[in-house]
C-alpha cells in the first residue's frame, strides 16, 4: 500500500457507488435512539420534584434572557443545576459557585423554580463554553478519504486524512502522505458513504463520489518521500530519519468552508457522511519509543475503516520494530522512510491515514504488506513525531480534541484597560491644546488647504472606494474552456476579475452565481474564492470552464459579487454560442484584442448533453478553485 490507488479502479464509479450505499446498515446509536423515551427513562430514575415537564418554561425562559447558560437539568441527588459560562461564575468565600452580573439575573427564575420544587438552592456549575452541534460535514477529522485531482478536476487517486493541523501562519491544513500526491496537487473531499469503509466492501474495487461536487478541499503545498532506496554511487549521507520521510500537507482553501477538528473518525457514522459524528480523540503527539513495543495503536483510513494492533509483528516470531526504516514502493521505485511497524490490515487507500497510541498522535500510515483479501498482517507508520521537527512541517501545530483558545484571553485585557486610560487623558489635552492653536492659525493655513484636499482625496476613498471590473461582458464558449490554468493563462481564456482601490491587505470575496438573478436569491454561489488585496489595493481572480465538457455546456448569464470591508459590487457577464457575436474575450475592458477567432476549431470533449449541463457549474467551480489556490501559491513566496 506504499501508493495511492490510481488508473483503471476509477472505471464505472457511479454503478459501484448506486450499489454501495444498498450495503449501509444502521449504526448502534442510531437504533438504540429509536428505543429510548421519557416511559424508560422514568422508570429507570426515581421521581424528581417538579419534573422536567415542569421545569422547562423556567429554563426556556433563562435560556432566552442569556447564551451563557449551557444547561438545566438535575443531578444525582435531584438537586436543580445550572451549567453557566466560566466567565459568568464567581466563587463565594464558602468555595460555592454564583452566577454574576446578568446571567444571575436570567437564572432568577430557575433560582426560584428550585427553591419552590426542591426546598434546596440552585447549583451553579461552571462550563468552558455552551453546547454546539456536534458536528457537520464540513467538519474535517482524521482518517477520513480525499481524492487527489488531474488538471480537469477528476479524481485520480484516492488517500486518507492523517491529522488536522494550524499552519505556521493560522491556516487550516491537514497532514498526510507524501506518497499521495507531489506539491500543487489538487484535491477534494470524498463522501464517506461512497468510500469502501462505508459500503463496507472494504477489499472490492474502489468505490468513490465527491461529499460536495464543486467545492475543492485545498493543494498540496508540501510533500515528500524517500529518499529512494540506495543504488551503487549514492550518497549514503541522505539516508537520516530527517531526510526518509512520508509526509505532505493540504492547505485548506479559505473559501471551502471547511474545518479541522482534533479527533479520528471510528467511521461508525459513516452513512450519515459526517464522520465527525463518533471519532477519538486527540490529546496530542506522541514520540514513539521503545517503552510502546506491545501497546495497542489505532489507525484510520478510507478504505478499511478503524484497524487496531499492537506496535509488533506477532506472525511467524517477528520482531517488533520501533525507531526504523522501511522501503515503501510505489509500484516503480522504493522509499526508504522512518517510523514503525503496527501488527495491523492496511488497504490501498488508507495511505495517509491516522495512527494514535494511546490517544496521542503517533504517525500516518505509509505502506504494508496487504496482497489482496486473506493477506496483509502488518502496517508501515511514518513517525508524526519525528515528522514535525523537519524544515517542511515546522511550525504546524496538530490540533487537539476541545481547543478553546479565546476565551481565557479575553476578560483580563478587556476590562482592566478601559476605565482608567480613557478618563484621564481626555480631559486635560482637550481644554489646553485646542483653543490656543484653533484661533491664531486657523485663518491663514486653514481655509486654503483643507476646502480641496478635502474634497479630493476624501470623498473617493468614503463613497466609492472600489470598483469592480470583469475582462469581458460576453465571451464565446470556445474562448470560456481551457485545458489547465497554464492555457487560461497564456490564452486569456475565461473572465478576470478585478476589484481596485481596495483596502491594501483586506480580503475581497468574489461570489460566480450561475443566472443574473441568482445573488438575489437563496441560491448558493457557483463558485466563492476570497483572495487578498496587495499593497495598490488590488485583488483579481479567474474563472474558467474545464474541457472535460463540451464548451456548450457553459452558455449562459453569470453574475459576479465582489465583496469588501465597504460593501459589495456586482457585474454580469455571458457566455454565448460563438456563432452568436461573442466576442471571444476582447471587450474593450481588459482583453488584449486577440480573442477574435471564433473558436470553431478547437476540440470537443464529453458525450452527451444532459451530463455536461449537469456538471456545468461542478466544473466551473472546480476550474475557479484550480486558479484561485495557483494563485496564493505564486504570491506565498514573493
Known amino acids: 500500500m506504499g501508493n495511492p490507488i490510481k488508473g483503471n479502479r476509477f472505471v464505472a464509479l457511479s454503478a459501484a457507488v448506486a450499489l454501495g450505499f444498498g450495503t449501509v446498515a444502521l449504526t448502534a446509536p442510531a437504533a438504540m435512539a429509536a428505543t429510548s423515551g421519557p416511559d424508560k427513562a422514568a422508570d429507570a430514575a426515581p421521581a424528581t420534584p417538579g419534573g422536567p415537564q415542569a421545569l422547562a418554561p423556567a429554563a426556556a425562559k433563562a435560556f432566552g434572557a442569556s447564551d451563557k447558560i449551557a444547561a438545566i437539568g438535575y443531578d444525582k441527588d435531584g438537586k436543580l443545576v445550572a451549567q453557566v459560562v466560566k466567565d459568568s461564575v464567581e466563587k463565594d468565600a464558602d468555595g460555592v459557585y454564583a452566577a454574576k452580573g446578568a446571567v444571575k439575573t436570567a437564572l432568577k427564575s430557575a433560582a426560584e423554580f428550585a427553591k419552590k420544587t426542591t426546598g434546596d438552592d440552585l447549583v451553579v456549575s461552571p462550563v468552558s463554553a455552551t453546547y454546539k452541534a456536534?458536528?457537520?460535514?464540513?467538519?474535517?477529522?482524521?482518517?477520513?478519504?480525499?481524492?487527489?485531482?488531474?488538471?480537469?478536476?477528476?479524481?485520480?487517486?484516492?488517500?486518507?486524512?492523517?491529522?488536522?493541523?494550524?499552519?505556521?501562519?493560522?491556516?487550516?491544513?491537514?497532514?498526510?502522505?507524501?506518497?499521495?500526491?507531489?506539491?500543487?496537487?489538487?484535491?477534494?473531499?470524498?463522501?464517506?458513504?461512497?468510500?469502501?469503509?462505508?459500503?463496507?466492501?472494504?477489499?472490492?474495487?474502489?468505490?468513490?463520489?465527491?461529499?460536495?461536487?464543486?467545492?475543492?478541499?485545498?493543494?498540496?503545498?508540501?510533500s515528500q518521500f524517500g529518499p529512494a532506496t540506495y543504488q551503487p554511487g549514492d550518497d549514503l549521507g541522505q539516508y537520516t530519519p530527517e531526510n526518509s520521510q512520508d509526509f505532505s500537507v493540504i492547505t485548506v482553501d479559505p473559501a471551502s468552508g471547511y474545518t479541522g477538528k482534533g479527533e479520528v473518525t471510528d467511521w461508525t457514522t459513516a452513512d450519515s457522511d459526517v464522520l465527525a459524528d463518533s471519532t477519538v480523540d486527540v490529546t496530542g503527539v506522541r514520540d514513539v519509543t521503545q517503552d510502546d513495543v506491545g501497546k495497542t495503536a489505532v489507525r484510520s483510513g478510507r478504505t478499511s475503516g478503524q484497524q487496531e494492533g499492537p506496535v509488533e509483528l506477532t506472525n511467524d516470531g517477528a520482531t517488533a520494530i520501533v525507531d526504523g526504516f522501511a522501503p515503501i514502493g510505489d509500484g516503480e521505485t522504493n522509499y526508504m522512510v522512518y517510523g514503525f511497524a503496527i501488527n495491523a490490515l492496511g488497504i490501498p487507500g488508507d495511505s495517509g491515514g491516522a495512527v494514535t497510541i494511546d490517544g496521542e498522535a503517533a504517525g500516518i500510515v505509509s505502506g504494508s504488506n496487504y496482497a489482496g483479501e486473506g493477506t496483509g498482517d502488518f502496517v508501515w507508520a511514518a513517525e508524526l513525531y519525528q515528522g514535525l521537527q523537519n524544515e517542511g512541517l515546522q511550525g504546524y501545530e496538530i490540533k487537539t480534541a476541545g481547543e478553546e483558545p479565546t476565551e481565557d484571553p479575553t476578560e483580563d485585557p478587556t476590562e482592566d484597560p478601559t476605565d482608567d486610560p480613557t478618563e484621564d487623558p481626555t480631559e486635560d489635552p482637550t481644554d489646553d491644546p485646542t483653543e490656543d492653536p484653533t484661533e491664531d492659525p486657523t485663518d491663514d493655513p486653514t481655509e486654503d488647504p483643507t476646502e480641496d484636499p478635502t474634497d479630493d482625496p476624501t470623498d473617493e476613498p468614503t463613497d466609492a472606494p472600489d470598483e469592480l471590473a470583469l475582462s469581458t461582458s460576453e465571451i464565446a464558449a470556445s474562448k470560456f474552456v481551457a485545458d489547465d490554468e497554464e492555457q487560461a493563462e497564456a490564452e486569456d481564456r475565461g473572465v478576470t476579475y478585478t476589484v481596485t482601490n481596495a483596502e491594501p491587505g483586506s480580503e475581497v470575496t468574489f461570489d460566480t452565481f450561475s443566472g443574473i438573478s441568482s445573488a438575489d436569491s437563496e441560491q448558493e454561489p457557483t463558485k466563492s474564492v476570497t483572495v487578498t488585496a496587495d499593497e495598490n489595493g488590488t485583488a483579481s481572480s479567474r474563472i474558467w470552464g474545464m474541457t472535460s465538457a463540451e464548451a456548450e455546456a457553459y452558455i449562459g448569464d453569470y453574475q459576479v459579487v465582489a465583496t469588501t470591508t465597504e460593501g459589495e459590487l456586482s457585474g454580469e457577464f455571458s457566455v454565448v454560442a460563438d456563432d452568436d457575436g461573442g466576442n471571444g474575450g476582447e471587450d474593450g475592458g481588459d482583453g488584449d484584442g486577440n480573442g477574435g477567432d471564433d473558436g470553431n476549431d478547437l476540440p470537443r470533449t464529453g458525450s452527451t448533453t444532459g451530463p455536461l449541463l449537469a456538471g456545468a457549474a461542478g466544473l466551473v467551480a472546480i476550474g475557479g478553485a484550480l486558479v484561485y489556490i495557483a494563485r496564493r501559491r505564486h504570491t506565498a513566496g514573493e
Do not use: R, W
Open 134 to 222: 456536534t458536528a457537520a460535514d464540513t467538519d474535517l477529522v482524521g482518517g477520513a478519504g480525499y481524492m487527489t485531482l488531474d488538471g480537469q478536476g477528476a479524481p485520480q487517486g484516492l488517500c486518507s486524512f492523517g491529522f488536522p493541523a494550524t499552519g505556521p501562519d493560522g491556516e487550516e491544513a491537514i497532514i498526510s502522505a507524501g506518497h499521495c500526491g507531489e506539491e500543487g496537487t489538487q484535491t477534494a473531499v470524498e463522501k464517506p458513504s461512497a468510500s469502501n469503509a462505508g459500503t463496507g466492501d472494504i477489499h472490492g474495487e474502489a468505490t468513490t463520489d465527491f461529499l460536495h461536487p464543486g467545492k475543492a478541499l485545498g493543494e498540496m503545498t508540501y
